[in-house]
């Protein structure tokens, strides 16, 4: 906005020199004279001003995000945990493990504890559970004050394997039981290949009564599912369950936001986990520069990827941002409530383009159908 009014400035000063210059041609010999003057006053001028316009500039937009109009601490503070129908407390923010590669993950999750995360969003599939338990070990943080999730991978359905699978992350996590445990896909993979056993797709009750049976035995305190929609939650739980599935855990972000399914898990008590919130690391230089996710940014004094994180806690779901940047990982667990007018703002300006995944295995498995719409 400076900017650009500064900008119309430059054109007023040309119109003076205009009417200098007519002013000139009532006398061309004072102007042959005074040309070689004024050229040099305007060459002096456009050198002084054009700087000064661009720091303007760069002022300008730096007090905007400077000067804005709240303080984070006037913000209210969002729900730092959800209750599940188990009763246990899972903390609204956790930190991501996917693609935090070897060698950088257990520092990661070392600055997300001394950061004062408690929840880790990892996976068998991550191949990086060995190092994320040596790093829980090594901090002083109780084991029940952390809340670890992993998911059962898709070659792992088969009701002899899946104790296994657990059995495995349990040991590389270094711990005896997991607080939420999730069927990562609703697909079951053939072992050692990728063809999908059509059976095991079609149903996963066979599975989720061997995880009731780990909940009962103690090994795991919740179970979920992940990536399922509407269609394959009903056929779930059309059966008759012990234990209703505790959270889906889904693609939710500025650019696939889906309202439908979190308004329809809303209505049947099912807790949605945002992953990839901040588009994942495809998406999230674009994400960060949303002009309303900006704008509500430097409005409250606070990073745009806490608005976004925030904006997901406010719509009702647990958020699962990945960071292996340590002052990208504290910035990630501070989140705050936007005033009514913003959260609607980016709520709008979120629904109101076509969705667009980030995350979509589908082409990459080989399967004959997409893994979201089912067969
Ligand atoms: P994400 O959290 O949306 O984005 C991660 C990317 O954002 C990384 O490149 C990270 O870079 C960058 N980033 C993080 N914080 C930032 C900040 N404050 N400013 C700028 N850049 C920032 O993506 P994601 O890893 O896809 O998803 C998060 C988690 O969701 C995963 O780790 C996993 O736990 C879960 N997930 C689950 C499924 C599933 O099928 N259930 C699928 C996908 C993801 P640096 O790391 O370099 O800082």
Redesign the pocket.
């Known amino acids: 906005m400076s900017f650009s009014q500064k900008y119309h400035q430059l054109p007023t000063f040309d119109k003076h020199a205009g009417e200098h210059e007519s002013l000139q041609r009532k006398d061309p010999r004072k102007s042959l004279r005074r040309s070689p003057f004024l050229v040099i006053a305007i060459i002096m001028f456009l050198g002084v001003s054009i700087p000064c316009i661009r720091m303007a500039r760069s002022r300008a937009s730096l007090s905007a995000c400077n000067s804005p109009q709240r303080n984070s601490s006037t913000l209210a503070n969002l729900p730092s945990h959800y209750t599940l129908p188990s009763g246990d407390k899972i903390p609204s923010v956790a930190l ?4 935090a590669s070897q060698g950088e993950v257990g520092n990661a999750v070392k600055t997300a504890l001394s950061a004062g995360y408690r929840h880790i ?2 996976a068998w599939i991550y191949r990086n559970e060995e190092e994320v338990g040596q790093a829980l070990k090594a901090s002083s943080v109780p084991r029940e004050e952390l809340w670890l999730t992993s ?1 059962l991978w898709n070659t792992f359905h088969a009701p002899e394997d899946i104790e296994a699978a657990l059995d495995e992350s349990l040991t590389k996590l270094g711990t005896d039981y997991l607080d939420l445990y999730l069927i ?2 609703p697909v079951a993979f053939k072992e050692g290949t990728t063809v999908l056993d059509e059976d095991l797709t079609a149903d996963p009750y066979p599975t989720w009564q061997k995880l009731e049976e780990l909940v009962d035995r103690g090994k795991i305190r919740n179970i979920g599912i ?2 399922f929609n509407i269609r394959r939650i009903q056929n779930l739980t059309a059966n008759n369950l012990k234990y209703q599935p505790a959270v889906n ?1 889904v693609e939710l ?1 500025f650019w696939n936001p889906q309202p439908e399914l979190l308004q329809w898990s809303k209505e049947n008590g099912l807790l949605l986990e945002a ?7 495809k998406q ?1 230089g674009k994400s ?1 520069s949303v002009p309303e996710v900006k704008d509500i940014a430097c409005k409250l004094g606070i ?1 745009p ?1 806490q608005v976004i994180i925030s904006w997901s806690v406010q719509r009702g779901t647990i958020v ?6 340590p002052s ?1 990982i504290a ?2 667990l501070a989140v705050f409530e936007l005033p009514q007018e913003d959260f609607e703002r980016l709520e709008t300006a979120a629904t109101s383009h076509s969705p667009q995944r980030v ?1 979509n295995p589908s082409a990459g498995w080989k399967l004959p159908f997409d893994v979201f719409d089912g067969q």
Not at 96 to 99: E, Y
Not at 275 to 281: A, E, I, N, T, V
């Open positions: 991501g493990v996917w693609q969003d990892g998911k990562h896909w992940s990536n855990q972000n992953y990839s919130p901040l588009g994942s690391d999230v960060l990073t990827a699962l941002p990945k960071s292996v940047t990208r910035e990630n995350v």
